[in-house]
């Protein structure tokens, strides 16, 4: 059974809503357990959708793959806007809420990302071992080879540093994001100090 | 063109007509039938209507008769009644001018008439003329395309580019139909095999443009596949940053043609028909593309091609690599591509150690694939490529055993015999060389003689060498470079045993036959060196002088030769002139000083009590100190400023009359200014002399701050051996990386033993035994002559005796104990480690004969002869219980 309305309450175990629908009580309580999934609709400003989902946090494991994705896309407004500490608070949160391993790949990514910017370097370490672990070489995304540069940079591994520097450059199809582009930036540095030597 | 019909018909349908009821109604009628879209009814209504009352004054008025034959010529198109609808539009534009209303549209109905019924001339003329009676529509691009189309289609390549060119330059074409003009250009200079162009005009498509993805995409494997074929790999790495995947390529186009452009109006509706032919094409090439299975791995086989061929082997490691870590299907057909990448690309960078785990991790995943024996090969010449001669001639020999009848087995023997030679081997090289010379085809025959005289160099046998070195040097099939090694190789020869008429014979040959040779200033550097060894100064200055006019490395030699005559001499004045000319060639072609001429006007400098340097050279040195001229040796320019600085500051107006002074306002000018190779140069230069004074902290408080301030890339030689130096006794974190960084950058540098032994000592607290112990051993095997020496090989010696490996420690001390100029403290330590391993490998006598003559050279030494005291005594008890 569908249900449409405008959520007023999710702390407890019931889900409250005021019902639009013409034919249905105005106000409905459904127990959380009995809900199969919530499709949010609507359009809410950038950050809109996240302050209404900070709000009823038990709803995030519910979220369809559509309404996930429509939350993905303004949390990575947050990396944007260079907002990390609510990036890093937000991959949290969603990773807990068990969503696909895609979407808790992409999110540790972030979270690294967010933790690498808030120079919590230890927890990008171990992180990166995991994610790296995860890809494969030939489909890493190029924030992940910037991160780990980054990370070899800081570790004064120069080889390591140059070989995700490189990488992004040449997979198939090549990285052409800012990341990727970064990295070509970098790598020429690495190879111009190389060609000194 | 739809447009127009519509209100055309419009026109007509409300027009008010005087005619006579019948034919008014006739033609109603033929207009109605066309409107409703029943073109053959209203063809045969319209060709009844012209049967009737086509002689009527009122059918026959101008303004009718237009719309008479417009309509009638478009409904009989319509109705698939190309001829007459033909006949009709042809009879109307015979009648009207081009600026006359329906004209353009009736021009390109026509054309299009005559293309769809296969009559390409008429249809290609009635193109041409609309081009040149409407040049401004928007259609008129349309109409240059569709004609380079026609022209394509005929192979006519240089009659359908200006049409391309002309509707990409026409400014009513959008982006979108530029991209596919674009794309249309490359197919057309790739059909005539210019691939350069049709990589300009792929290279000039918009960024993020779907359709020129798509096309760069599917035209990129067979661009870098002839860019390679011939010979352009750095054009062909660039192209295969394009490649992509059948994934990819399948979402972009569907995304495309969900979304393609669906321009609304009915004049629309020709440009909407060419978008989807386009569209079409685009769908069957990329159809075809990711219908090849082998689509993906040969890309990146491709990928690696051009990255090894454009010298990217840093490129080409990093991406075997991830081939050689991923788990896709594409990389698992790629893993002997990959592996033989890999181990070619550490040998570009001599990386041995990993070439052989490498090779080795080939052999046990492949053992018998059939490129097995060129990876043997391989890890035959990693061995060879580290101066393990030994392993490499096993491991070839063992190849050639396994592989006789190979394609590559003269080229494995040819290696064989080089090994063997650079082994130290001579005689077995020469006896390879002799085998190969009567198995080879005559062409290699004088390379093969030539190799031989090295061999017989290398025995001393002097006439033996310059025979076969003659020989090859005459033989017929010899190339120029070859003959012109093999006559600097005589000279050499008979250089060395003084034969001045032989020489001068050989340097006879050689000027007449190579007077633009390459080797033309080695050979007069050897011709001037006979004369000056033979007592003939003068003769030899005449010959250098000519040769010091450029600033090269070998004109360098020359000059270092005539200074050498001067300095002998003591020709102070010719010597100041030749340093300063020297300098001037480099300063004026801007290319890094070499420290040659500055040392030698130091010593000028010295032997004449004065400076040397006029106002205008000590500009141009100052302006290179500063950082505003080529490369030089920082330390020893401004040590020759220095030594006579009263003199220096005085022509160059400056208060401050101490060196030292000078060297700090210039060091922190130039750290505000932010300008930190100087910075570094004056201040590391200013610690020294501190240091010289036995002011060592604050000597080090200077290099530290240098070392805090700037990037060790960007220091010179000098500085970046005292900065890494630095950092190791202070044990900075940074101090690896420092000292790993000076020797990849001065590979040859003089200073690089004492920064072998600092990173050795380093690596060695941190349990990387056999990394360091190398480090040293590079110290004991490449730079006997070196300071360093000594303490390195005491060190080794030390680490191998620690490490189990006393056979080692032993030849080591031994080395080190051949050198005749030890220190008497330095002899005394080997002997006392020398007799510890004797100990303690169970040869005792040797142990005891060690101590005793320890004992009677060196008493003075206590704490070392206490040591060897009480090694004995420790043997007498050890004896007694």
């Known amino acids: 059974m569908n249900f449409q309305g405008r959520i007023t309450d999710a702390s407890s175990k019931n889900l409250q809503i005021s019902n639009t629908l013409s034919g249905q009580s105005p106000l409905i309580g459904i127990p959380l357990a009995e809900i199969r999934e919530i499709r949010l609709v609507g359009n809410s400003p950038s950050t809109g959708l996240l302050d209404e989902l900070a709000k009823h946090k038990a709803l995030l494991p519910l979220l369809d793959s559509e309404s996930l994705e429509r939350t993905l896309v303004r949390i990575q407004q947050l990396a944007d806007n260079e907002n990390w500490p609510e990036l890093y608070q937000w991959t949290v949160m969603l990773i807990a809420s068990n969503p696909p391993w895609e979407v808790t790949r992409r999110l540790q990514l972030w979270k690294a990302w967010a933790c690498m910017e808030m120079k919590l370097f230890d927890e990008v370490r171990r992180l990166m071992d995991g994610l790296v672990s995860e890809w494969d070489a030939m489909e890493v995304p190029a924030l992940l080879c910037w991160l780990m540069a980054k990370l070899e940079i800081r570790d004064g591994e120069r080889m390591k540093a140059l070989y995700w520097s490189l990488l992004p450059s040449l997979q198939i199809p090549a990285g052409n994001d800012a990341f990727a582009d970064d990295l070509v930036t970098l790598s020429r540095e690495w190879l111009s100090d190389e060609f000194q030597n | ?881």
């Open chain 2, 1 to 881: 063109m739809s447009k127009w019909l519509v209100l055309l018909l419009t026109g007509i349908l409300s027009s008010s007509s005087s005619a006579v009821l019948p034919l008014r109604d006739q033609w109603r009628a033929a207009c109605q039938t066309m409107a409703r879209g029943n073109a053959t009814a209203a063809c045969h209504l319209f060709e009844e209507f012209d049967q009737w009352y086509g002689d009527e004054p009122e059918i026959r008025e101008a303004s009718f008769r237009e719309k008479h034959l417009r309509l009638w010529g478009l409904a009989c198109m319509q109705a698939g009644l190309q001829q007459k609808g033909q006949d009709c539009l042809e009879r109307w534009l015979d009648a009207h001018q081009p600026e006359a209303r329906y004209h353009a549209f009736v021009r390109f109905q026509l054309a299009s008439s005559y293309a769809f019924s296969g009559k390409l001339d008429e249809a290609v003329s009635n193109w041409q003329a609309f081009i040149a009676e409407h040049p401004n529509l928007p259609e008129t691009a349309l109409v240059h395309w569709k004609l380079a189309d026609f022209h394509a289609s005929q192979s006519m390549w240089k009659a359908a580019e200006p049409h391309l060119l002309s509707a990409l330059d026409h400014p009513q074409l959008p982006s979108s139909g530029k991209v596919l003009v674009k794309a249309a250009l490359a197919l057309l200079e790739l059909s005539r095999e210019n691939n350069a162009a049709a990589l300009e005009w792929l290279g000039s498509m918009e960024a993020g443009s779907q359709i020129g993805e798509l096309w760069q995409a599917i035209l990129a494997p067979s661009l870098v596949s002839s860019l390679l074929a011939t010979d352009q790999p750095a054009d062909a790495h660039r192209i295969s940053s394009w490649f992509s995947r059948p994934e990819r390529l399948e979402s972009i186009l569907s995304q495309l043609l969900q979304t393609g452009p669906s321009r609304p109006g009915l004049r629309q509706l020709v440009w909407n028909t060419h978008w989807r032919q386009q569209a079409g094409m685009l769908e069957a090439n990329i159809r075809k593309s990711i219908a090849d299975s082998e689509l993906e791995a040969s890309q990146y086989r491709l990928k690696l091609a051009s990255l090894r061929r454009s010298g990217l082997a840093r490129h080409s490691l990093v991406l075997a690599r991830a081939l050689l870590s991923s788990q896709l299907p594409v990389a698992e057909s790629l893993r002997s591509t990959a592996y033989c990448e890999a181990i070619e690309s550490c040998h570009v960078f001599k990386d041995w150690i990993q070439a052989d785990l490498l090779v080795n991790e080939f052999i046990n995943a492949f053992p018998d694939h059939p490129d097995i024996a060129e990876i043997l090969y391989l890890q035959a010449s990693s061995s060879a490529g580290r101066s393990d001669f030994g392993k490499a001639l096993l491991r070839i020999g063992q190849l050639i055993d396994s592989y006789p009848e190979h394609r590559l087995i003269k080229k494995w023997k040819l290696s064989q015999a080089g090994w063997s030679l650079e082994s130290g081997n001579a005689g077995e090289a020469l006896r390879l060389y002799d085998q190969l010379e009567s198995i080879c085809h005559e062409g290699w025959h004088p390379f093969i003689n030539f190799q031989q005289g090295r061999c017989e160099e290398y025995r001393k046998d002097q006439t033996a060498a310059i025979r076969v070195y003659q020989m090859a040097a005459d033989h017929p099939a010899s190339t120029p470079a070859l003959q012109e090694q093999a006559l600097l190789a005589i000279l050499k020869l008979h250089l060395r045993i003084l034969d001045t008429r032989s020489f001068e014979e050989t340097l006879t040959r050689y000027r007449l036959s190579f007077p633009e040779g390459l080797n033309r200033i080695m050979v007069e550097i050897l011709a001037a060196t006979l004369l000056q060894q033979t007592a003939r100064p003068a003769e030899a200055i005449k010959c250098l002088l000519p040769l010091i006019d450029q600033p090269t490395p070998s004109a360098l030699q020359a000059y270092s030769l005539l200074s050498d005559i001067y300095i002998s001499q003591s020709d102070n004045i010719s010597l100041v002139t030749a340093a300063k000319d020297q300098l001037t060639h480099y300063l004026d072609k801007e290319i890094s000083i070499p420290e040659r001429p500055l040392q030698d006007l130091i010593l000028a400098q010295q032997r004449m009590a004065k400076h040397v340097l006029d106002v205008p050279m000590l500009g141009r040195l100052m302006g290179i100190l500063n950082g505003t001229g080529p490369n030089c040796p920082d330390f020893v320019l401004l040590q020759l400023l220095v030594d006579h600085w009263e003199s220096y500051s005085r022509m160059l107006n400056l208060t401050e009359t101490r060196a030292e002074d000078w060297l700090g306002s210039q060091a922190s000018s130039h750290l505000n200014a932010n300008r930190m190779r100087p910075y570094a140069s004056y201040n590391l230069f200013l610690a020294d002399s501190m240091a010289e004074q036995g002011r060592h902290d604050s000597a080090d408080a200077r290099r530290i701050h240098v070392l805090q301030s700037v990037k060790p890339q960007g220091v010179g030689e000098h500085a970046s051996s005292i900065l890494a130096l630095t950092a190791a006794s202070y044990s900075f974190p940074e101090s690896r990386s420092l000292l790993e960084l000076f020797l990849r950058r001065f590979p040859v540098s003089n200073s690089r033993p004492e920064i072998l032994l600092n990173l050795a000592t380093l690596l060695r607290s941190g349990n990387a035994d056999t990394v360091s112990r190398k480090q040293l051993e590079e110290i004991r095997d490449e730079w006997p002559d070196s300071t360093t020496f000594p303490e390195a090989s005491i060190l080794l010696a030390e680490w191998l005796a620690d490490d189990g490996l006393p056979e080692a420690a032993l030849a080591t001390l031994d080395k080190l104990l051949d050198r005749g100029d030890l220190g008497a403290r330095m002899t005394a330590r080997a002997i006392l480690l020398r007799a510890e391993l004797f100990f303690s490998s169970g040869k005792a006598a040797k142990g005891i004969i060690n101590c005793q003559r320890l004992l009677q050279l060196y008493p003075a030494f206590h704490d070392i002869a206490d040591a060897a005291r009480e090694l004995l005594n420790e043997h007498d008890h050890a004896q007694t219980a």
